[in-house]
């Protein structure tokens, strides 16, 4: 039972060009969370998904910041235009139901951003 | 808004010795408060929660105390080891929104 896959694991973009990251939730897990963490800082919460649907992405920059969870495939966090200040730890969880216990929760090893 | 802190950014203790990490939280909605560890090119990995209903949880060499009326978490690793370096991450959840707190970096000195 592998657990929540993120890949790539890192990423190298150029200023103006676009980031995808993947996330794919453990088996059965329907409910995905993607978070940022900058250099020496805790995990910013950005945008939690289920299915199909958007349920919170009050944490999602207003621009160039997009995310999705197709009912097939993996979740997908985009990023348009990148900029020097988007490089950092970007992490994925997923739960089989909404939000209870910590141990509901399984996060990804991240992928790190690097903008140059 | 909604906030979750924590008191020192840093902390040092002597291999063998207990460690004590605190938080505080802003705001009393939350169903769990939860302590994750995260060692340095990994993710969170859960160490243990509590329910908002509990003052007191204990695991395998940790324990966490809730005191809801000064709004203060913590977190006490008994006799630390090297493995426990890390930063470590108090979360409380409600419903659909989940809140980290900075982190504090626990380093252990052999």
């Known amino acids: 039972n592998a657990g929540v896959m993120q890949n790539p694991r890192h990423l190298v973009r150029r200023r103006g060009q676009e980031a995808r990251l993947r996330c794919s939730p453990m088996?059965?897990?329907?409910?995905v969370y993607w978070y940022r963490q900058l250099p020496e800082e805790g995990l910013k919460f950005m945008v939690y998904l289920q299915k199909e649907n958007i349920i919170d992405e009050s944490g999602m920059p207003k621009e160039r910041f997009s995310a999705e969870f197709p009912k097939e495939g993996p979740s997908i966090l985009r990023i348009q235009q990148v900029v020097r200040g988007d490089s950092a730890a970007y992490f994925c969880?997923?739960?089989?139901?909404?939000?209870?216990?910590?141990?509901?929760?399984?996060f990804g090893s991240g992928t790190r951003l690097t903008i140059v | 808004g909604e906030s979750v802190g924590l008191h020192l950014p840093t902390l040092s203790v002597q291999e063998g010795d207990n460690s004590i990490i605190n938080c505080a939280y802003s705001?009393?909605?939350?169903?769990?408060f939860i302590w994750y560890k995260q060692e340095s090119g990994k993710g969170p990995q859960f160490i243990i929660d509590i329910r908002s209903n509990m003052d007191k949880r204990q695991g395998q060499r940790v324990t966490v105390l809730l005191n809801k009326t000064v709004k203060h978490l913590s977190l006490q690793i008994a006799a630390t080891q090297p493995g426990d370096s890390a930063v470590y991450f108090c979360f409380k959840t409600s419903y659909d929104k989940v809140i980290f707190g900075p982190g504090t970096s626990l380093s252990v000195i052999p």
């Open positions: 969880a997923s739960s089989p139901y909404v939000v209870t216990g910590g141990d509901g929760y399984t």
């Open positions: 705001n009393s909605a939350s169903d769990y």
């Open positions: 088996k059965g897990h329907s409910h």
